[in-house]
């Protein structure tokens, strides 16, 4: 287990302890840090990504408190990191994306305007290293969405969006506990349009296939 999600982990058991409650402030990072067993590091990570999923509010010169939603609501909003951790059907999910979105994308290839390749790259060049991560996954399902309608093929279109629909919460947790997601994400991206543009469709394939892969192998080593 990557050490981000422990320390997310063992936040969540001071809440189901009662230790931490709604609208508590957190003990101040050094000692937080040293009362887990964990690097200040890894406990700002932690803090980074609850607060994406507002379980903590981070208030700038005041301090990091616990969101003052009833504890019911504050465990749901958590317990995604578990069933990354323990759900196995999430791995399906993106071994099919790995089967049918290369094959979308090769449609593409032959089929794809001017227009809507200028569009991707205009998606790419509006995220950079600032953007947030809900902003590179709402990038993230934007991009594949235009491909996959480029293909014209309506019922292949229907299955994919609904694979991807299944994989956000997912993909926004790479892309808190990933280092240099972006840049690996916008890279990836840039190269299946450049295949796309040249109107090569194995090339873009291919290209495709180590784009999912990576998330899904990503993804293996964090539930294994």
Partial sequence: MAVTDEAILKIKEMILSGELRPGDRLPPEKELSDRLGLSRSSMREAVKALEVIRVLDVRRGDGTYVTSLEPRLLLEALSFVVDLHGDSSILELFAVRRILEPAAVALA?????????????????????????????????????SIVAAAENGYLSSLIESLSSHTVRARIWRGLTQEKSVERTLAEHRGIVDALEAGDAGLAQALMTVHIAGVEQWLRDAVS
Avoid: C, M, N, Y
């Fill in 109 to 145: 290839a032959g089929r794809i305007t001017d227009a809507t390749i200028a569009e991707l790259r205009s998606k790419i060049e509006s995220i950079d290293t600032l953007t947030d991560v809900e902003g590179l996954v709402a990038h993230d399902l934007e991009f594949h969405g």
